[in-house]
């Protein structure tokens, strides 16, 4: 039986999804299989990105055993990782398109949750011209840029259960 280094590639693999700028196929399975390597908090939690359109992207989460709160309910927590995937793979979309050498961080955020996450949540971000503005000013004036970005979670029945804004930091690389 001949064995395998595994090491060597989940290495390769590692060495792939790290590299700078950002340069990989932004496609819901590429995103998810880097969840597992950069985000694995988030992947064994179930988040999932769904839909990945030009102006928008669409993340789901599942409530199950891994990501409840003692109260039957899924872990704000969790509803969190998913809202920010929704407007983070936007941003990298973007860098990773206009070829621009920036840092992005999360700075700040804010969450209003509205009713109690059980079954089936999708967060939806549509703000995909707000980025393309701000790599544009960040471009142009080389200063470092904020950027906030809603992310909205539905229900199964259409419900409005979370309502996220992330405060995003760009700066450009030498």
Same mark, same amino acid.
């Not at 988040?47 to 709160?69: G, M, P, S, Y």
């Not at 059980?118 to 995909?128: D, V």
């Given at each position: 039986?001949?064995?395998v280094?595994?090491n060597?590639?989940?290495?390769?693999?590692?060495?792939? *999804?790290c590299q700078?700028p950002i340069?990989?196929n $932004?496609?819901?399975s590429?995103i998810?299989?880097f969840?597992?390597?950069k *985000?694995p908090a988030?992947?064994?939690?179930?988040?999932?990105?769904?839909t990945?359109a030009?102006? +928008?992207?669409?993340v789901?989460?599942?409530f199950?055993w891994i990501?409840?709160?003692?109260?039957?309910?899924m872990? $704000? !927590?969790?509803?969190?990782? !998913? !809202?920010?995937?929704?407007?983070?793979?936007?941003?990298?979309?973007?860098?990773?398109?206009?070829?621009t050498r920036?840092?992005? *961080?999360? =700075?700040g955020?804010?969450?209003? $949750?509205l009713?109690? !996450?059980?079954?089936? =949540?999708? +967060?939806k971000?549509?703000q995909?011209q *707000?980025v393309?503005?701000c790599?544009?000013?960040?471009?142009?004036s080389?200063d470092?840029?904020t950027l906030t970005l809603?992310s909205?979670?539905?229900?199964?029945?259409?419900?409005l259960?979370?309502?996220?804004?992330?405060y995003?930091s760009?700066?450009?690389r030498?």
């Amino acid at each position: 039986m001949k064995h395998v280094n595994t090491n060597h590639l989940y290495l390769n693999c590692l060495k792939h *999804l790290c590299q700078t700028p950002i340069s990989m196929n $932004f496609s819901p399975s590429t995103i998810n299989r880097f969840l597992l390597f950069k *985000l694995p908090a988030a992947f064994f939690c179930g988040v999932r990105v769904k839909t990945l359109a030009d102006d +928008f992207c669409e993340v789901h989460v599942t409530f199950r055993w891994i990501n409840q709160n003692p109260f039957g309910s899924m872990y $704000f !927590a969790v509803l969190n990782m !998913a !809202a920010e995937l929704t407007t983070g793979v936007l941003v990298m979309r973007a860098l990773s398109e206009t070829g621009t050498r920036a840092s992005m *961080l999360v =700075i700040g955020q804010q969450t209003h $949750f509205l009713k109690k !996450a059980t079954g089936t =949540i999708t +967060f939806k971000c549509e703000q995909q011209q *707000l980025v393309a503005d701000c790599l544009k000013a960040l471009s142009l004036s080389k200063d470092p840029q904020t950027l906030t970005l809603e992310s909205e979670g539905y229900n199964e029945q259409g419900e409005l259960v979370a309502r996220s804004e992330f405060y995003w930091s760009l700066k450009q690389r030498a």
